[in-house]
């Protein structure tokens, strides 16, 4: 499956500043991006290399999202503080 949708560039900034692998989940608020260590990938997930790292998103959120965007890393990064 070709993912049909984009990736802001501040979002794909973060994850190749932070080193890690992060995943596209579903949460009460929204898809949030969630560190691996938080979310596992699981082997339906669409992978895209960032840098380094990868950015898996569930198969089930790639169907409805438009924009990997910076609020879905603030959802995770609100759930934090």
């Known amino acids: 499956m070709i993912p049909s949708f984009s990736i802001d560039e501040k979002v794909r900034a973060y994850i190749r500043k932070s080193g890690q692998d992060f995943r596209v989940c579903t949460s009460p608020e929204g898809p949030v991006l969630l ?41 995770f990064l609100n759930q934090q503080s």
């Open 35 to 75: 560190p691996i260590g938080t979310a596992k990938p699981k082997p339906s997930d669409l992978k895209i290399l960032i840098g380094s790292n990868i950015l898996y998103v569930s198969k089930l959120q790639a169907k409805y999202i438009k924009k990997v965007e910076w609020a879905m890393v603030e959802r």
